[in-house]
T-cell receptor, first 114, second 107 residues
Framework: NAGVTQTPKFQVLKTGQSMTLQCAQDMNHNSMYWYRQDPGMGLRLIYYSASEGTTDKGEVPNGYNVSRLNKREFSLRLESAAPSQTSVYFC?????????????FGSGTQLSVL | QKEVEQNSGPLSVPEGAIASLNCTYSDRGSQSFFWYRQYSGKSPELIMFIYSNGDKEDGRFTAQLNKASQYVSLLIRDSQPSDSATYLCAVTDKLIFGTGTRLQVFP
C-alpha cells in the first residue's frame, strides 16, 4: 500500500499560471482533504470531500478549486497562481466516520509562486 | 480567539525529562482530539488520539483531556533527541489544527 500519494513534490510557477496538484489514496477512504501549511500558521483546510461526488469549502478556499474525480482521487487546481499561494500543500484522507477522523497525509507539495 | 491554540515554542527539555505540550480549544462541543508529530520537511503523522476526559497512555506518550477546561495535553516521558519535532494538536471533528509546538530535546 502506498497510502496517500501526491504529485508533484516541488513546483515553481509564475504569477498567473495555472496548475493542478494531484492526490490519490489506496486505503478506500471516504474523505479526502487539502491543507496548506505556512510558517507560523499551522495547517489550514482549503477544501475537503466527505464522499465521492461532494466537496466543501474549508477555512481558506479562495483562489482554489477541487475535483473529487472518484473515490481514490482528489485534485486541487490553482487557476491563476498568486505569490500568496506559495506554501506547502498536503493532501490527506480519512475513513470519515464522525468520531474517527484520523488523517493520513501525503508527503506534500512545495509550491513557489514568483 | 483562535479555535485551537498552542504555544509555538520552542520547548527545550533535556534528554530523559518529561515534555509537556498543551493545547486549548474554543468550541465546547468538540468531541475528538488528536496529536500529530511533524519532523522538519516531513508530513504530519498521528501519534495519539483521545475522546474522553482523563488520561490515555501509549508507551512513552500520555494524552490528557479536560473538556470542562477545554484543554488537551500531551506528555512525553523519557524524552529522546529523536522526539525533537513539531507537535500539532488537532480538533478533528472540526478539522482544525493548532499552529504547533516545536519541541527540542537536547542530550
Amino acid at each position: 500500500n502506498a497510502g496517500v500519494t501526491q504529485t508533484p513534490k516541488f513546483q515553481v510557477l509564475k504569477t498567473g499560471q495555472s496548475m493542478t496538484l494531484q492526490c490519490a489514496q489506496d486505503m478506500n477512504h471516504n474523505s479526502m482533504y487539502w491543507y496548506r501549511q505556512d510558517p507560523g500558521m499551522g495547517l489550514r483546510l482549503i477544501y475537503y470531500s466527505a464522499s465521492e461526488g461532494t466537496t466543501d469549502k474549508g477555512e481558506v478556499p479562495n483562489g482554489y478549486n477541487v475535483s473529487r474525480l472518484n473515490k481514490r482521487e482528489f485534485s486541487l487546481r490553482l487557476e491563476s497562481a498568486a505569490p500568496s499561494q506559495t506554501s506547502v500543500y498536503f493532501c490527506a484522507s480519512s475513513d470519515g466516520t464522525a468520531s474517527n477522523e484520523k488523517l493520513f497525509f501525503g508527503s506534500g507539495t512545495q509550491l513557489s509562486v514568483l | 480567539q483562535k479555535e485551537v491554540e498552542q504555544n509555538s515554542g520552542p520547548l527545550s527539555v533535556p534528554e530523559g525529562a518529561i515534555a509537556s505540550l498543551n493545547c486549548t480549544y474554543s468550541d465546547r462541543g468538540s468531541q475528538s482530539f488528536f496529536w500529530y508529530r511533524q519532523y522538519s520537511g516531513k508530513s504530519p503523522e498521528l501519534i495519539m488520539f483521545i475522546y474522553s476526559n482523563g488520561d490515555k497512555e501509549d508507551g512513552r506518550f500520555t494524552a490528557q483531556l479536560n473538556k470542562a477546561s477545554q484543554y488537551v495535553s500531551l506528555l512525553i516521558r523519557d524524552s529522546q533527541p529523536s522526539d525533537s519535532a513539531t507537535y500539532l494538536c488537532a480538533v478533528t471533528d472540526k478539522l482544525i489544527f493548532g499552529t504547533g509546538t516545536r519541541l527540542q530535546v537536547f542530550p
